[in-house]
T-cell receptor
Protein backbone atom coordinates (compact mmCIF):
# COMPACT_ATOMS: atom_id res chain seq x y z
CA UNK A 1 0.00 0.00 0.00
CA UNK A 2 1.19 3.50 -0.69
CA UNK A 3 2.21 5.79 2.14
CA UNK A 4 3.79 9.18 2.63
CA UNK A 5 6.21 10.10 5.40
CA UNK A 6 7.01 13.62 6.49
CA UNK A 7 9.56 13.08 9.23
CA UNK A 8 9.66 16.67 10.46
CA UNK A 9 6.50 17.74 12.27
CA UNK A 10 7.81 21.28 12.69
CA UNK A 11 10.65 23.21 11.05
CA UNK A 12 11.65 26.54 12.60
CA UNK A 13 13.71 28.85 10.42
CA UNK A 14 14.73 32.48 10.38
CA UNK A 15 13.41 34.85 7.75
CA UNK A 16 15.48 34.92 4.51
CA UNK A 17 17.15 31.59 5.36
CA UNK A 18 16.81 28.57 3.05
CA UNK A 19 14.53 25.69 3.98
CA UNK A 20 13.96 22.09 2.96
CA UNK A 21 10.89 20.10 3.93
CA UNK A 22 11.37 16.38 3.53
CA UNK A 23 8.95 13.91 1.99
CA UNK A 24 9.43 10.20 1.33
CA UNK A 25 6.86 7.87 -0.15
CA UNK A 26 6.35 4.19 -0.78
CA UNK A 27 4.41 2.71 -3.66
CA UNK A 28 4.59 -0.36 -5.87
CA UNK A 29 3.55 1.58 -8.98
CA UNK A 30 4.34 4.89 -10.62
CA UNK A 31 2.97 7.93 -8.85
CA UNK A 32 2.15 11.56 -9.22
CA UNK A 33 3.53 13.78 -6.45
CA UNK A 34 2.19 16.97 -4.95
CA UNK A 35 2.94 19.59 -2.33
CA UNK A 36 0.09 21.55 -0.78
CA UNK A 37 0.12 24.45 1.69
CA UNK A 38 -2.56 25.10 4.27
CA UNK A 39 -2.88 28.42 6.07
CA UNK A 40 -4.83 28.57 9.36
CA UNK A 41 -8.55 27.87 8.97
CA UNK A 42 -8.24 27.44 5.22
CA UNK A 43 -8.29 24.64 2.66
CA UNK A 44 -5.32 23.31 0.72
CA UNK A 45 -3.54 25.28 -1.98
CA UNK A 46 -1.42 23.48 -4.58
CA UNK A 47 2.22 24.60 -4.50
CA UNK A 48 3.55 22.31 -7.20
CA UNK A 49 3.17 18.88 -8.76
CA UNK A 50 5.23 16.27 -10.53
CA UNK A 51 3.42 14.30 -13.23
CA UNK A 52 6.27 13.41 -15.60
CA UNK A 53 9.29 14.90 -17.33
CA UNK A 54 11.91 17.00 -15.58
CA UNK A 55 12.51 15.88 -12.02
CA UNK A 56 12.97 19.46 -10.84
CA UNK A 57 9.60 21.10 -10.47
CA UNK A 58 9.04 24.78 -9.84
CA UNK A 59 5.92 26.01 -8.13
CA UNK A 60 4.32 29.14 -6.80
CA UNK A 61 5.78 31.52 -4.23
CA UNK A 62 9.37 30.56 -5.10
CA UNK A 63 9.11 26.93 -4.01
CA UNK A 64 10.62 24.03 -5.91
CA UNK A 65 10.86 20.29 -5.40
CA UNK A 66 12.97 17.50 -6.82
CA UNK A 67 11.67 14.03 -7.56
CA UNK A 68 14.22 11.31 -6.76
CA UNK A 69 12.88 7.96 -7.89
CA UNK A 70 15.74 5.88 -6.49
CA UNK A 71 15.31 7.41 -3.04
CA UNK A 72 11.52 7.69 -3.36
CA UNK A 73 11.71 11.27 -2.19
CA UNK A 74 10.13 14.57 -3.18
CA UNK A 75 11.68 17.22 -0.94
CA UNK A 76 10.40 20.80 -1.03
CA UNK A 77 12.86 23.69 -0.99
CA UNK A 78 12.90 27.46 -0.95
CA UNK A 79 16.13 29.49 -1.05
CA UNK A 80 14.84 32.37 1.08
CA UNK A 81 11.70 32.21 3.21
CA UNK A 82 9.40 35.01 4.32
CA UNK A 83 7.26 35.43 7.42
CA UNK A 84 4.22 34.85 5.19
CA UNK A 85 5.45 31.31 4.40
CA UNK A 86 4.49 30.24 7.93
CA UNK A 87 1.92 27.50 7.35
CA UNK A 88 1.36 23.75 7.29
CA UNK A 89 2.81 21.91 4.30
CA UNK A 90 1.53 18.57 3.08
CA UNK A 91 3.16 16.15 0.68
CA UNK A 92 0.81 13.84 -1.22
CA UNK A 93 1.02 11.01 -3.73
CA UNK A 94 -1.47 9.62 -6.19
CA UNK A 95 -1.03 6.26 -7.91
CA UNK A 96 -1.40 6.38 -11.67
CA UNK A 97 -3.48 3.21 -11.92
CA UNK A 98 -6.06 3.88 -9.20
CA UNK A 99 -8.87 6.32 -8.76
CA UNK A 100 -6.20 8.99 -8.35
CA UNK A 101 -6.98 9.44 -4.70
CA UNK A 102 -4.44 11.50 -2.83
CA UNK A 103 -2.57 9.97 0.08
CA UNK A 104 -1.24 12.70 2.35
CA UNK A 105 1.59 12.84 4.81
CA UNK A 106 1.00 14.07 8.33
CA UNK A 107 2.24 17.54 7.47
CA UNK A 108 5.16 19.78 8.42
CA UNK A 109 4.60 23.08 10.13
CA UNK A 110 7.00 25.70 8.80
CA UNK A 111 7.55 28.43 11.37
CA UNK A 112 9.41 31.45 10.02
CA UNK A 113 10.86 33.75 12.67
CA UNK A 114 11.98 37.37 12.16
CA UNK B 1 -13.05 30.76 -13.39
CA UNK B 2 -14.68 29.95 -10.06
CA UNK B 3 -12.95 27.73 -7.56
CA UNK B 4 -14.39 25.06 -5.31
CA UNK B 5 -16.95 26.35 -2.84
CA UNK B 6 -18.19 24.49 0.22
CA UNK B 7 -21.12 25.11 2.52
CA UNK B 8 -21.62 25.61 5.33
CA UNK B 9 -18.24 26.82 6.63
CA UNK B 10 -18.96 25.75 10.21
CA UNK B 11 -21.46 23.37 11.70
CA UNK B 12 -22.24 22.02 15.15
CA UNK B 13 -24.21 18.79 15.48
CA UNK B 14 -25.19 16.47 18.28
CA UNK B 15 -24.01 12.86 18.48
CA UNK B 16 -26.42 10.56 16.62
CA UNK B 17 -27.65 13.24 14.23
CA UNK B 18 -27.21 13.30 10.46
CA UNK B 19 -25.41 15.98 8.45
CA UNK B 20 -25.15 16.97 4.79
CA UNK B 21 -22.20 18.96 3.49
CA UNK B 22 -22.23 20.54 0.05
CA UNK B 23 -19.61 21.27 -2.56
CA UNK B 24 -19.70 23.15 -5.83
CA UNK B 25 -16.92 21.99 -8.15
CA UNK B 26 -14.67 24.21 -10.18
CA UNK B 27 -16.06 24.91 -13.63
CA UNK B 28 -15.03 22.24 -16.16
CA UNK B 29 -14.10 19.63 -13.55
CA UNK B 30 -15.78 16.21 -13.75
CA UNK B 31 -14.38 14.50 -10.66
CA UNK B 32 -14.98 15.29 -7.01
CA UNK B 33 -13.33 13.84 -3.92
CA UNK B 34 -13.99 14.26 -0.21
CA UNK B 35 -11.40 14.23 2.53
CA UNK B 36 -11.58 14.29 6.33
CA UNK B 37 -8.89 16.21 8.17
CA UNK B 38 -8.79 15.69 11.91
CA UNK B 39 -7.02 18.28 14.03
CA UNK B 40 -3.25 18.10 13.60
CA UNK B 41 -3.37 15.44 10.89
CA UNK B 42 -3.20 15.18 7.15
CA UNK B 43 -6.39 14.78 5.11
CA UNK B 44 -7.77 11.25 4.77
CA UNK B 45 -9.50 10.14 1.57
CA UNK B 46 -13.20 9.34 2.06
CA UNK B 47 -14.42 8.70 -1.50
CA UNK B 48 -14.40 10.01 -5.05
CA UNK B 49 -17.10 10.45 -7.67
CA UNK B 50 -16.62 10.51 -11.42
CA UNK B 51 -19.57 11.20 -13.70
CA UNK B 52 -22.02 10.66 -10.83
CA UNK B 53 -20.65 7.24 -9.83
CA UNK B 54 -18.41 6.38 -6.90
CA UNK B 55 -15.07 5.18 -8.27
CA UNK B 56 -12.97 4.93 -5.15
CA UNK B 57 -13.46 4.74 -1.41
CA UNK B 58 -11.19 5.03 1.58
CA UNK B 59 -11.40 3.28 4.92
CA UNK B 60 -14.65 4.89 6.10
CA UNK B 61 -17.84 3.14 7.25
CA UNK B 62 -21.02 3.05 5.14
CA UNK B 63 -22.61 5.80 7.23
CA UNK B 64 -20.43 8.10 5.14
CA UNK B 65 -22.14 8.41 1.76
CA UNK B 66 -22.13 10.82 -1.11
CA UNK B 67 -23.72 12.03 -4.30
CA UNK B 68 -22.50 13.78 -7.40
CA UNK B 69 -25.04 15.66 -9.51
CA UNK B 70 -25.14 16.22 -13.29
CA UNK B 71 -23.68 19.71 -12.81
CA UNK B 72 -20.80 18.00 -10.94
CA UNK B 73 -21.71 19.51 -7.58
CA UNK B 74 -21.59 17.05 -4.72
CA UNK B 75 -22.86 16.18 -1.26
CA UNK B 76 -21.31 14.31 1.64
CA UNK B 77 -23.77 12.74 4.06
CA UNK B 78 -22.84 11.36 7.43
CA UNK B 79 -25.39 9.42 9.49
CA UNK B 80 -25.33 8.58 13.19
CA UNK B 81 -22.66 11.16 13.97
CA UNK B 82 -19.95 10.23 16.45
CA UNK B 83 -17.68 12.51 18.44
CA UNK B 84 -14.69 11.35 16.34
CA UNK B 85 -16.39 12.69 13.23
CA UNK B 86 -15.42 16.17 14.37
CA UNK B 87 -13.02 17.40 11.70
CA UNK B 88 -12.49 19.67 8.73
CA UNK B 89 -14.15 18.16 5.66
CA UNK B 90 -12.51 19.11 2.40
CA UNK B 91 -13.94 18.81 -1.07
CA UNK B 92 -11.62 18.66 -4.07
CA UNK B 93 -12.52 18.75 -7.74
CA UNK B 94 -10.42 17.78 -10.72
CA UNK B 95 -10.52 17.08 -14.42
CA UNK B 96 -10.00 13.46 -15.43
CA UNK B 97 -9.62 12.56 -19.11
CA UNK B 98 -8.45 9.27 -20.60
CA UNK B 99 -7.28 8.02 -17.19
CA UNK B 100 -5.16 11.13 -16.65
CA UNK B 101 -5.93 13.31 -13.67
CA UNK B 102 -4.81 16.90 -14.02
CA UNK B 103 -4.66 17.76 -10.35
CA UNK B 104 -7.06 18.75 -7.61
CA UNK B 105 -8.46 22.08 -6.52
CA UNK B 106 -9.55 22.14 -2.89
CA UNK B 107 -12.28 24.12 -1.23
CA UNK B 108 -11.83 25.89 2.09
CA UNK B 109 -13.64 23.14 3.94
CA UNK B 110 -16.49 22.69 6.38
CA UNK B 111 -15.55 22.56 10.05
CA UNK B 112 -17.88 20.00 11.70
CA UNK B 113 -18.05 19.78 15.46
CA UNK B 114 -19.98 16.92 17.04
CA UNK B 115 -20.97 17.42 20.67
Amino acid sequence: AQSVTQLDSQVPVFEEAPVELRCNYSSSVSVYLFWYVQYPNQGLQLLLKYLSGSTLVKGINGFEAEFNKSQTSFHLRKPSVHISDTAEYFCAVSEMDSSYKLIFGSGTRLLVRP
Amino acid sequence: ETGVTQSPTHLIKTRGQQVTLRCSSQSGHNTVSWYQQALGQGPQFIFQYYREEENGRGNFPPRFSGLQFPNYSSELNVNALELDDSALYLCASSLSLNRINYGYTFGSGTRLTVV
